[in-house]
């Protein structure tokens, strides 16, 4: 890795708000390899000398790819763990060994298992002790760390409250190791794992702040956007014990590895402009202009010369103003991107709407990881597909059983058994194996048919609602989603083929998909791949030179207007269409937002449009009841 001393003096500007040295990635992977090398040699050098090495490590989905790369290093190249010492940051608690979801079963899992590591050597906070021996056990293990040198290299996560280790907010900058309790954000974050939010333990032993600074090298891992706002406020914000990572800015040799994504919220990346010349064009023009006017609060045609130039946009007027030029051209482009018209509009001209008018009407397919991400997404917008005389397919990816709740498939059991045999599920046996089930048990056959087929039910019954018939629906079940747990297989071909399958039955005009990389598990990630790659498989069909790609996002997170191509108005009664279509969907009606206590996924659904709505008409756009958005995926062909 990078040095900062190494750096020219005009990257050492664009980093002026960074106060910790941050390496930026391409991709999850070759942030995790270039991690994994520094660790390797760190191993050899220190076997060279006849020194233990002592790694601090951490769990969770940051570090698997790096864990990975070593298990690779150990089977391959050779690379021994005979001088490894290791120090894990924590354990939940009470937790035995043996769980699915201990932070034991995870490290043998990933590592242990695979290396040639001796059991003496490694230490994870034990989640099996008597409460009234942890504090013992705490002080016993930064009694271990010391006796063993001290931690050489220490890795770590974030979680989204900032914390490091389990150090949750408020924690304080010497804390040692202790028993703690979970915040509201990392349990709901927890949740997927542990099938429900009720399941997740409330405490956890962890390693201390004090303890974590005390190791001599530090590198913090952070992939995806659902990390890019803790990792600017951790990175560029003030030290704070509301954010515990913003601590590191105090140790001497830490360096933060992320991805794009991750990395995207940092001011180089987000308003490059106040670090950088930049060179101008209409995106860039388009994005400082709004974050202006966000800035301001002030409407676009009401930014002056005085407005640019007093926010480190002196440049921008000087070679694109004045003010009412840049103002009139950023205006008409978010103007031209509004249409109520998503299919395009026949017999119009289009050359200044986002779609064609013909050929009229479209063959639409959308495509929706989960059943009820298209509903919640673009429920206003398929509805008007339809009612404008398109010809809208609907394909679900996966079936979603994973989040139906056990008592919703008695409710709906009692009504089959009583009703139909149809599928001959034992009834009998169903109940049983709900009953007995316990905590971290996967689900037998017969009730994952179950769940998959009540998603399947509420999902035909929303189509049905918006006048899309039986035949235009397809259930594709992609085999990567069916592994009973939270954490899914791999993309294989079969998924592949199943997208290409599809699009060939359709061969649309239009695609809608999800778009967002920032779901909690990964699998609209994986449904997106799983179209990048089908693509790549039918690539030199003809029907794709008529077809163009419209991106939404998943509830977790809106687009930012300054990259929209497409903005969909949506009145009050499609609202209320929409959220009846949202509502068909009744195994997830409990389904709360991330993080939050009291705001159901629907709720937020709907309120995130209504807020889009907002943004516009601030922007001194019309002012419409709620509004979904679209990017264009331009395929390379
Ligand atoms: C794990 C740990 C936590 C995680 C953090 C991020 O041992 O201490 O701080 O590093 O919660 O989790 P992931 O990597 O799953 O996003």
């Not at 940051?89 to 201990?102: A, F, G, N, R, T």
């Not at 056990?406 to 169903?430: P, S, T």
Request: proline content about 5%; overall charge negative; charged content about 30%.
């Amino acid at each position: 890795m990078m040095n900062e001393k190494k750096l020219e003096v005009k990257e050492r500007l664009e980093r002026k708000y960074e106060k910790l040295f941050t390496e930026v990635y391409e991709t999850p992977e070759l942030g995790s390899k270039k991690t994994a090398e520094i660790i390797a040699d760190l191993i050899r050098e220190k076997n060279k000398n006849g020194e233990t090495c002592v790694l601090g490590l951490a769990t969770g989905s940051s570090p698997i790819g790096v864990y990975r790369e070593l298990v690779r290093m150990h089977k391959e190249e050779g690379l021994s763990f005979k001088n490894v010492i290791t120090f894990n940051l924590d354990e939940y608690y009470p937790m035995p060994k043996e769980h699915v979801q201990s932070y034991w079963y995870f490290m043998h899992e990933h590592l242990f298992d695979h290396i040639d590591i001796l059991p003496e050597n490694i230490h994870i906070p034990d989640g099996t002790i008597p409460e009234n021996k942890v504090f013992d056990f705490c002080q016993d293990y930064e009694n271990a760390i010391q006796e063993a040198g001290g931690i050489d290299l220490q890795i770590l996560g974030i979680g989204r409250t900032g914390h490091i280790g389990f150090n949750e907010p408020g924690s304080g900058m010497d804390s040692p190791t202790r028993m703690v309790t979970l915040d509201s954000l990392t349990i709901a974050d927890a949740a997927g794992d542990f099938q429900s939010e009720e399941n997740v333990p409330r405490k956890a032993i962890t390693m201390g702040v004090g303890t974590i600074m005390t190791a001599r090298r530090i590198i913090l891992l952070a992939w995806g956007e659902k990390k890019a706002a803790i990792i600017q406020k951790a990175i560029e914000g003030p030290v704070l014990d509301s954010v515990p990572a913003t601590y590191l800015q105090k140790h001497p040799d830490t360096v933060i590895v992320l991805d794009k994504e991750a990395a995207a919220e940092l001011t180089r990346f987000k308003t490059p402009w106040l670090v950088r010349q930049v060179t101008w064009n209409d995106k860039l023009i388009r994005k400082a202009t709004l974050w202006l006017c966000d800035k301001l609060n002030k409407p676009i045609l009401k930014l002056t010369n005085r407005d640019y130039n007093d926010n480190s946009l002196g440049d921008l007027v000087v070679k694109n103003g004045p003010a009412y030029d840049i103002n009139l051209k950023v205006f008409n482009m978010l103007q031209k991107s509004i249409t109520g018209w998503p299919g395009g509009k026949p017999n119009a001209d289009d050359t200044q709407r986002p779609e064609r008018a013909l050929p009229y009407p479209k063959r639409v397919l959308v495509f929706s990881p989960h059943p009820d991400d298209d509903m919640l997404a673009m429920g206003g917008t398929i509805n008007r597909l339809v009612e404008q005389g398109h010809e809208v397919y609907v394909a679900y990816q996966t079936s979603g059983n994973i989040a139906v709740a056990d008592d919703v498939v008695i409710r709906f059991l009692y009504v089959a058994e009583n009703i139909a045999k149809e599928h001959a599920i034992d009834a009998r046996k169903v109940y049983r194996a709900i009953e007995n089930k316990k905590q971290g048990d996967i689900d037998i056959p017969e009730v994952r048919q179950l769940k998959t087929l009540i998603r399947e039910a509420e999902a035909r019954s929303a189509c049905h609602f918006l006048n899309i018939p039986d035949d235009h629906i397809f259930f594709l079940k992609m085999p990567f989603y069916e592994t009973g747990t939270i954490k899914k297989a791999s993309l294989g071909q079969k998924d592949v083929d199943l997208m290409v399958e599809a699009m060939r039955k359709v061969k649309p005009h239009q695609i809608y998909t999800a778009g967002d990389l920032t779901d909690p598990h990964g699998t609209h990630r994986k449904c997106f791949n799983s179209l990048v790659q089908a693509l790549e498989k039918i690539k030199t069909d003809n029907w794709l030179n008529e077809c163009r790609i419209w991106l939404y996002h998943g509830t977790w997170k809106e687009w930012e207007i300054a990259d929209v191509d497409m903005a969909v108005p949506v009145s009050p009664e499609e609202l209320k269409k929409k959220r009846s279509a949202i509502f068909r969907h009744s195994s997830q009606k409990e389904m709360m937002f991330p993080g939050s206590e009291d705001v159901e996924i629907w709720r937020y659904a709907i309120e995130r449009n209504r807020e889009t709505a907002k943004k516009y008409d601030r922007f001194g756009m019309a002012e419409y009841e709620a509004i979904e958005l679209f990017v264009e995926y331009v395929l390379n062909r």
